[in-house]
Each structure stands twice: as C-alpha cells, then as structure tokens.
C-alpha cells in the first residue's frame, strides 16, 4: 500500500523559511512526476513546484526564487524548501506522486497519490 506522508508545516512571520517533507512508502509504480500542490480557502488547488524522474523541477511564477523542490531517492522522500515566505502563501500544501509532467498545465498530472497536507500559515 503507497502512503505519502506530508509534514513540516507551521505558522512562520512573512519573511520566514519552512521545510516540507514527503515521506513515500511502497511502490508508487509509473509515478514519474512528483509535486507539491497548495489550495487555499476558497480558491482552487494550485501547482507549487514539480520535479521528473530525471530530475528536472518547474515551478509557479509565484514562488520561483522562493521555493526549491528536492527529491532523496534513497529515503524516499520529497522535499520544498520555502524561503522569504509571503502572506499570499498560507494554504494547506500537499505532496504528491503522479504518472506525468503536464507543459499545458505547469504540473504533474495523471493517476496517482496524494499526501493528506500541512498547513502552512504565514502572518504579515
């Protein structure tokens, strides 16, 4: 059974760094893409930063320069470094494994799995 496990969130000061990090246990089979995404209240869930089987990472135009996206492959973990943290950025955050990189979307996208989130809250 693959479980993702997202943790790390907090409340930091606008200005701030937190590190997330993303726990994968089991075969996660043809998930080639794995991400993090972020929905805050009331709006829709939104790619935050994406990287390939071989390494290659995207990112939102709201977080470039901001945010790196790092995977450990032997422990099997994903990670988002989140630096100079904005207000703007306050959403639940959740990791995610699946099947490909979509150029249309900016994301990963496909079948897959889903961590259950961490809050991440910024105050000005």
């Known amino acids: 059974q693959v479980q993702l496990v997202d943790s790390g969130g907090g409340s930091v000061q606008a200005g701030g760094s937190l590190l997330l990090s993303c726990a994968v246990s089991?075969?996660?089979?043809?998930?080639?893409?794995m991400g993090w995404f972020r929905q805050a209240p009331g709006k829709e869930r939104e790619g935050v930063a994406h990287?390939?089987?071989?390494?290659?990472?995207n990112y939102a135009d709201s977080v470039k320069g901001r945010f790196t996206i790092t995977k450990d492959n032997a422990e099997n973990t994903l990670f988002l470094q989140m630096n100079s943290l904005k207000p703007e950025d306050t959403a639940i955050y959740y990791c995610?494994?699946?099947?490909?990189?979509?150029?249309?979307?900016?994301?990963?996208?496909?079948?897959?799995?889903w961590g259950r989130g961490t809050q991440v809250t910024v105050s000005s």
């Open positions: 995610a494994a699946l099947t490909y990189y979509s150029d249309l979307l900016a994301a990963c996208t496909g079948f897959g799995y």
């Open positions: 089991g075969d996660t089979g043809s998930s080639n893409c």
């Open positions: 990287i390939d089987a071989d390494g290659s990472t």
